[in-house]
């Protein structure tokens, strides 16, 4: 059974461009998370999504950053102009929630803007 | 505002010894209190968990102990091994909310 597949694993870039981060879930899964990490700030959840509306966008950092769930099976994050201060580790995270609690995270995708 | 604290930030601990990791938070609403274990270039994984309602839980090395008159949790890894080598979250969860939230996490590094 595969679990949460991200992509790319590795982007690089260069501060201005835009950067998009994509997520399939766990099938059956309903509840779907993006979180950035890192050193300085640990693990930041930005988004979560339940039955692929969002529910709780309070941790997106600012404007640039979007994210969308058109379906069930799959999410982006987007990131529109990008800054050299966005580099960080974004894990992709899903969820049964209320069934089980327990959030099975993706391999992430490490971003590095220069 | 943080609601899950976590300490020490690293640890360092020998081969046998005994990992201990605390947090504390402070919203008693939250429902569940899972710790995750990070490897390098790996997501956290869920590693063992406990309800408010219980004082202890056990899986193999790994134990979570639950104060929660304190509002205090910590995981305790018994005979540490260097394969426990990882960073750890706390983490507490509000069911009505749907989410999580995480401590800043612990390094641990198990010398051989």
């Known amino acids: 059974d595969a679990g949460v597949i991200q992509s790319p694993r590795h982007e690089v870039t260069e501060m201005g461009q835009e950067v998009t981060l994509r997520c399939k879930p766990i099938?059956?899964?309903?509840?779907l998370f993006w979180y950035r990490q890192t050193m300085m700030r640990g693990l930041e959840l930005l988004i979560y999504?339940?039955?692929?509306?969002?529910?709780?966008d309070s941790g997106m950092p600012e404007d640039r950053f979007s994210a969308k769930m058109p379906n069930a099976s799959f999410s982006t994050l987007k990131i529109q102009p990008s800054e050299p201060r966005d580099s960080a580790v974004y894990f992709c995270a899903s969820s049964r929630w209320g069934a089980s609690y327990e959030q099975y995270f993706g391999p992430g995708t490490r971003l590095t803007v220069t | 505002q943080q609601q899950v604290k976590q300490s020490p930030q690293s640890l360092i601990v020998q081969k046998g010894g005994i990992s201990i990791i605390n947090c504390a938070y402070e919203n008693t609403a939250f429902d569940y209190f899972p710790w995750y274990q990070q490897f390098p270039g790996k997501g956290p994984a869920l590693l063992i968990a406990?309800?408010?309602?219980?004082s202890e839980k056990k899986e193999g090395r790994f134990t979570i102990s639950f104060n929660k008159s304190a509002k205090q949790f910590s995981l305790h890894i018994m005979d540490s091994q260097p394969g426990d080598s990882a960073t750890y979250f706390c983490a507490a969860t509000l069911f009505n909310a749907g989410k999580s939230t995480f401590g800043d996490g612990t390094t641990l590094t198990v010398k051989p």
């Open positions: 099938s059956g899964h309903n509840s």
């Open positions: 999504f339940n039955n692929n509306v969002p529910i709780d």
């Open positions: 406990i309800r408010p309602d219980v």
